[in-house]
Structures are given as C-alpha cells and as structure tokens.
C-alpha cells in the first residue's frame, strides 16, 4: 500500500523556522522523485520544492528560493524527504503536502506530473 504521510507542521512566528518530513512506504519510493506543495484558503496548489531521485538536483518555487531547502534520505525500506523552512513569513501559511511521482520529472514543480500524495501537514506563521 502506497503511503505518504506528512510531519513536523504547526505554528511559529514569522521569522521562525520549521522542518517538515514525508514518509513514504510501499512503494520503491527511492526510485520517485519528491515535491513538497502548498495551498492556502482561497487559492491555487503551488509547487514550493522538489528532489530529484538520487537526491542530486532541488528545485525551489521563486517565493521560497534562500528559505527552505528540500533533502532526502533513501535508507533501504524507506524513503523521508525534508522541507526545512527558514524565515518564515505569514504568507507561507498553507496546507503542505508531499507528492510523489517516478524517476525524473521535465516540470518538477507541476502538480499534474504526480502520482501519489499525502494527506497534509497545516503551517501556520503568524506576524
């Protein structure tokens, strides 16, 4: 069974930092690439980061470029990927899920290229 299970939201005060985590199982999640998205009330799902298969290429959405940062660890069985969120500001509050989809992506950041999800962790930054 296919899971993706999100960690580590909650609520911190701007400028504050939080490290999100995305467990995956069931699948052979190390041969997956990794993106972490986010979407607010009222708007759009934005891709924010996302990490190649091997771990070697990152990608970042402009808004959070020098902020967060995305890494993995592909240990045998199972697979966690990271969002490390640094200076937060309050218009990073969203719902923040994982995705995940096979070997390496051409729109890394696109929501449509991706397969499995996970059901969502809240951050909160409040100014």
């Known amino acids: 069974q296919v899971r993706l299970v999100e960690s580590g939201g909650g609520s911190v005060q701007a400028g504050g930092s939080l490290k999100l985590s995305c467990a995956a199982s069931?699948?052979?999640?190390?041969?997956?690439?990794v993106g972490w998205f986010r979407q607010a009330p009222g708007k759009e799902r934005e891709g924010v980061a996302s990490?190649?298969?091997?771990?070697?290429?990152?990608?970042?959405a402009d808004s959070v470029k020098g902020r967060f940062t995305v890494s993995r660890d592909n240990a045998k069985n199972t697979v966690t990927v990271y969002l490390q969120m640094n200076s937060l500001k309050p218009e990073d509050t969203a719902m923040y899920y994982c995705?995940?989809?096979?070997?390496?992506?051409?729109?890394?950041?696109?929501?449509?290229?991706?397969?499995?999800w996970g059901q969502g962790t809240q951050v909160t930054v409040s100014s």
């Open positions: 069931g699948f052979t999640a190390s041969s997956y690439s």
């Open positions: 995705a995940a989809a096979r070997g390496w992506l051409l729109r890394p950041l696109g929501s449509d290229v991706y397969n499995y």
């Open positions: 990490i190649s298969v091997g771990g070697s290429s990152t990608y970042y």
